[in-house]
């Protein structure tokens, strides 16, 4: 990437290509297995894969910031990896144990939860030719981190079909 004898595209591509199927064979192994223990284990490995996703938004928004913008295609899929982050995190988080869902309820309410949240709304507004802009900030500020740090106030994006999670569906035991 930094010498540039791929593109940024493909390096998004081969990543994606090379870690998902570590998940797809984590997640179809567990879902074999019965039990409140197999189900457990299969949310938290679905809870893994939405740090993946928070991972993989915070590097494209580096290539956004970096280039000054973003092509359609990559913009299409900044947006359909928050749009993952969001469902996975909706389907999987109701299925923690009481004791992790009040913790990570008690995250959600918390300042880097919903300044995320904020980032990734200001990135889905922002459309592809503005996403890699800087936000404006107040002037003395503390400077934003994670995929906020290059959204702008902008208007609305056009409204967009969320593209359906990958991998095996929740099952019950």
């Known amino acids: 990437m930094l010498s540039r004898a791929i593109t940024w595209d493909r390096a998004v591509d ?39 996703f928070v991972s993989r938004e915070d590097a494209l928004v580096a290539g956004a910031r970096a280039a000054g913008t973003l092509t359609d295609g990559q913009y299409d899929t900044l947006t359909a990896t928050i749009e993952d982050r969001r469902v996975f995190e909706r389907t999987y988080v109701p299925d923690l144990p009481a004791d992790s869902s009040g913790l990570f309820e008690e995250f959600q309410r918390g300042d880097l939860y919903r300044s995320l949240a904020r980032g990734e709304d200001a990135l889905l507004r922002a459309g592809a030719g503005r996403a890699g802009r800087p936000s404006r900030r107040t002037p003395g500020a503390r400077p934003p981190t994670g995929p906020s740090s290059a959204t702008c106030s902008c208007a609305p994006a056009p409204p967009r079909t969320p593209r359906r999670a990958a991998g095996p569906s929740p099952t019950t035991s």
């Open 14 to 52: 081969e990543y994606s290509a090379l870690v998902e199927p570590g998940f797809d064979v984590q997640s179809t192994l567990t879902a074999l297995q019965a039990g409140q223990l197999a189900r457990e284990a299969q949310v938290v490995i679905e809870l893994v894969r939405v740090r993946e």
